[in-house]
Nanobody, 124 residues
Framework: QVQLVESGGGLVQDGGSLRLSCAASGRTFRSNPMGWFRQAPGKEREFVAALNWSGSTTYYANSVKGRFTVSRDNAKNTVYLQMNSLKPEDTAVYYC?????????????????WGQGTQVTVSS
């Protein structure tokens, strides 16, 4: 059974930092793209960041570019999201996603496996 388990969420002040982790089990994703999405209350799930199998290609939403960094450790089957200069509008549940294909994408429909989410709350 494939599982993606996020961790590292929490409450942080405006301007603070958090590092999210997503550990995969049940199969390896070292050859596949992975991504991060988020969903704020009353809003649709939106793309945050994604990277290809090696981490050499990364994509970011304009709203987080320059503040967030996505990376991965294929030996640990884990992907990370370093979030700096956090803002109250970054408050959301953050989801990790993994694709069984090869195309790195900003679209949630391209991802086949999802974690349960971790809450990030940024206070002003």
């Amino acid at each position: 059974q494939v599982q993606l388990v996020e961790s590292g969420g929490g409450l942080v002040q405006d301007g603070g930092s958090l590092r999210l982790s997503c550990a995969a089990s049940g199969r390896t994703f070292r050859s596949n793209p992975m991504g991060w999405f988020r969903q704020a209350p009353g809003k649709e799930r939106e793309f945050v960041a994604a990277l290809n199998w090696s981490g050499s290609t990364t994509y970011y939403a304009n709203s987080v570019k320059g503040r967030f960094t996505v990376s991965r450790d294929n030996a640990k089957n884990t992907v990370y999201l370093q979030m700096n200069s956090l803002k109250p509008e970054d408050t959301a549940v953050y989801y990790c996603a993994a694709s069984s294909g090869s195309k790195t994408s900003r679209y949630s429909t391209q991802y086949d496996f999802w974690g349960q989410g971790t809450q990030v709350t940024v206070s002003s």
